[in-house]
């Protein structure tokens, strides 16, 4: 489930800075997407094993699209829909 390759290092927010400018860690975007698909799956986020593939789990292309379409949201720029797909290959 590991979908970065370039993470950035730094989760401190400076004062007056919007949480769409804060970096956002490898880290942390994977306990993100953990925590997302967990709630999809309506599961314990411990259950999930980050080294799985995406579709190993059942999720289909529709809860691909909608995922990186939150993701997206949080991260607070655009995420190719193919990405969870494609980082594990």
């Known amino acids: 489930m590991t ?3 370039n993470p950035t290092n730094s989760e ?3 004062v007056g ?3 769409s400018q804060v970096p956002k860690t490898r880290k942390a975007i994977e306990n ?4 997302h698909i967990a709630e999809m799956l309506d599961i314990n986020p411990d ?3 980050s080294d799985t593939p995406f ?3 059942g999720l289909d292309s529709v809860a691909a699209v909608g995922l990186t379409g939150d993701l997206a949201d949080w991260l607070g ?3 190719d829909a193919t ?3 494609d980082s594990q290959q």
């Open 17 to 19: 800075q919007s949480i």
């Open 3 to 5: 979908v970065l390759n």
């Open 12 to 14: 401190s927010t400076n």
């Open 83 to 85: 990405l969870l797909y």
């Open 55 to 57: 579709d190993d789990y």
């Open 77 to 79: 720029y655009e995420v």
């Open 32 to 35: 993100w997407l953990v925590s």
């Open 47 to 49: 259950k999930l094993d």
